[in-house]
């Protein structure tokens, strides 16, 4: 299975494995991943699966839509140009060693 | 995870409910570093799941029973949080904090009642005919999902929410490759009247009809008639009070929901559209908090107006409350109600609360599907109702947390921009 790095804000580090087409916000949740809260259960509705993808990963990721573009004007943290909702990001072998930065708060 | 709750020390927090507000509560407590054991006491036979796609994406099969379940077993265990499945608990002794279920008496610290709210009953007879359903928990769902396989003619009554998200993806779906007739009554004279705007009410009137489900306004059903089923008698046709019959063999009733205060009120509770709780989330017993559907609230931003809500964010939020406040940081609830419905392909979103609205003014969004509607009362901002408009919603919170509000004259113009009030 492909490998995901959730990265705390503090820097720690989160070594943990997700399948394909289940959302980088539902394996943080299934791998007790405290730094993603995703209240609303991936509707796209809360901003509270806030987290940051560095350059290295972005390209492999499907580009923003609108509703999340919106979602993410109202995020806890500081919205920065690598800020994504982890709910609307699904796993793939693309992603494979894919690093996920996480916020200091989500609400 | 059933028989007897293993007797713990007197600082335990008991959670009566195992709903959304009681795992929001679970995560919270140990966010604010609270040591003491948690007990979950759950009525239910599964680990907290997600309500909201149980009348949407659960019935489509686009969101699965992995998907549906909130958090792993390990989330509780990590926490020292005890889920204890299938414990109905039988009374509450307020006087000297303890809880009792079939099995055992326990001794809390701190009580968390979130006892949720349960489905409205119709009260026909007939109500308990095979092909009849409430839907409120996620085996009412899967019973539901198994009948649509096969169900030609499903009727709601009861155009909320649950009516109208059940009676879209019903549509949806074929039945062995023909369409299914789906009928919605409903006896006020347009569609989730309680929730939203009239323009808004009509919209969504219009988009069911156009998908074929057929809705009657103003018409309530009166009979249930019935015919052998699978062992008892089933559903085979409803008759309403203006004499239409229509045949039926899956009836949905969504006429709302009633809180479940029973507990709170034998424990002599006050209780009164829910059980009454101050800004904290206090009960009027010592160390009683209720939290989510149960729970009848003041809200800040409508001049501390005694509400109830049946929403994600109300019961995560006042989780959040209950935390700080058995954590001794006490932080009063603080939040502008937001509630969504997803309704075949088109979204509803809502915030604030609209009771005293005496104007309504519409700003279109990007798409033609998408606007909203902004309600005023004496010029102020009330509450926005958006379709398929994520940008305005989300703009709308943030106004209503700001207490700011735009004029109407603002709203209607396309070229003022809305978010330049926002700091």
């Not at chain 1, 573009?69 to 609307?88: H, I, N, P, V, Y």
């Not at chain 2, 156009?210 to 008639?225: A, K, P």
């Amino acid at each position: 299975m492909p490998k995901v790095t959730f990265i705390d804000a503090d820097g720690t580090r989160h070594d943990v494995e997700g399948k394909n087409g289940i959302s980088l916000m539902e394996i943080a949740i299934a791998s007790d991943i405290e730094g993603i809260e995703a209240e609303c259960g991936g509707s796209c509705m809360c901003a509270t699966c806030h987290c940051y993808i560095e350059d290295d990963f972005a390209t492999n990721i499907p580009a923003i839509e609108s509703d999340e573009d919106e979602m993410l004007g109202f995020t806890a943290a500081d919205r920065k140009s690598s800020s994504r909702l982890s709910c609307q990001i699904k796993m793939s072998d693309e992603l494979d060693g894919i690093e996920v930065h996480l916020p200091d708060e989500q609400n | 995870m059933s028989g007897e709750v293993s007797a713990v020390s007197s600082d335990a927090i008991v959670i009566v409910g195992g709903g959304q507000a009681a795992v929001q509560a679970c995560l919270s407590l140990r966010k604010e570093k609270v040591t003491a054991p948690v007990i979950v006491l759950s009525e239910e036979s599964e680990y907290p799941y997600h309500r909201p796609p149980l009348s949407k994406s659960y019935l489509s099969g686009e969101t699965d029973d992995a998907k549906l379940t909130m958090r792993p077993a390990a989330f509780y265990e990590s926490r020292d949080v005890h889920i204890n499945l299938n414990h109905t608990v039988t009374s509450v002794n307020a006087v000297d904090q303890v809880v009792s279920t079939q099995a055992s008496d326990i001794n809390y610290g701190s009580l968390i009642l979130a006892t949720g709210a349960r489905p409205r009953p119709l009260l026909l007879a007939g109500a308990d005919l095979e092909g009849v359903h409430l839907l409120r928990d996620v085996q009412q769902s899967r019973k539901i999902k198994q009948e649509l396989e096969t169900a030609r003619n499903v009727v709601v009554i009861g155009a909320g929410f649950i009516g109208l998200e059940f009676a879209a993806v019903a549509r949806s779906l074929s039945v062995n490759d023909a369409e299914r007739r789906v009928s919605v009554f409903e006896v006020q004279d347009r569609v989730m009247s309680r929730a939203v705007s009239a323009e808004v009410s009509s919209w969504f009137e219009q988009m069911h009809r156009d998908n074929g489900i057929e809705i009657h306004l103003q018409e309530s059903v009166t009979r249930l008639n019935s015919q052998p089923g699978n062992g008892g008698q089933k559903i085979s046709s409803i008759v309403t009070a203006s004499g239409r019959e229509v045949e039926c063999d899956l009836l949905l009733v969504g006429i709302g929901v009633e809180p479940n205060v029973e507990l709170a009120l034998e424990a002599d509770m006050i209780c009164e559209n829910g059980i009454r709780v101050n800004e904290f989330c206090e009960t009027s017993a010592p160390n009683v908090f209720a939290i989510g559907d149960c729970a009848f609230h003041p809200n800040p931003f409508y001049g501390n107006k005694m509400i109830r809500l049946e929403s994600v964010q109300n019961a995560t939020d006042q989780a959040r409350t209950v935390a700080a406040a058995i954590a001794g940081r006490k932080k009063p609830y603080h939040s502008v109600p937001w509630f969504w419905s997803d309704q075949g392909e088109h979204s509803l979103q809502m915030t604030g609360l609209s009771d005293n609205a005496d104007l309504f003014v519409r700003r279109d969004g990007d798409s033609a599907n998408s606007f909203s509607v902004f309600h005023f009362s004496a010029d102020r901002l009330q509450s926005v109702d958006s379709v398929n408009c994520p940008r305005h919603h989300m703009l709308a919170r943030k106004l209503i947390s700001e207490l700011t509000s735009p004029t109407p004259e603002q709203v209607a113009d396309p070229q003022f921009d809305l978010k330049s009030l926002i700091s």
